[in-house]
């Protein structure tokens, strides 16, 4: 069974970095499509970046580099390494996936309910 949690949230301030985490504890096989969104109060989830079972990558483009995704040194463990952080980076950050795909996507899925499964969330506040 699937289960997301994110890890890796916290204070940091201006100019800053953090490192967030996303595990699948269920160790679930096969392909896969991975995604992370953040929600600030008042507005609507948004997609951050995704990675895909081929190491094909994402980002939205507000980004400018400063966020990087990558898979993690143990199975269904991704990472979003966050840096020159902005107070307007502050939100609830969350995983999100999709398994037992037979191929890559091939593109961005930026919207949420192309997502099948979600983590709990972990909140970054950029703050001095």
């Known amino acids: 069974q699937v289960q997301l949690v994110e890890s890796g949230g916290g204070l940091v301030q201006p100019g800053g970095s953090l490192r967030l985490s996303c595990t699948d504890s269920?160790?679930?096989?096969?392909?896969?499509?991975m995604g992370w969104f953040r929600q600030a109060p008042g507005h609507d989830r948004e997609f951050v970046a995704a990675?895909?079972?081929?190491?094909?990558?994402y980002y939205s483009d507000f980004l400018a580099g400063r966020f990087t995704i990558s898979r993690g040194s143990s199975r269904n463990t991704w990472h979003l390494q966050m840096n020159s952080l902005k107070s307007e980076d502050t939100a609830v950050y969350y995983c999100?996936?999709?398994?037992?795909?037979?191929?890559?996507?091939?593109?961005?899925?930026?919207?949420?309910?192309?997502?099948?499964?979600w983590g709990q969330g972990t909140q970054v506040t950029v703050s001095s």
């Open positions: 269920g160790n679930t096989f096969g392909r896969y499509y």
């Open positions: 990675i895909e079972w081929s190491g094909s990558t």
């Open positions: 999100a996936a999709v398994f037992g795909l037979h191929t890559d996507i091939g593109r961005p899925m930026t919207t949420p309910n192309e997502y099948h499964y």
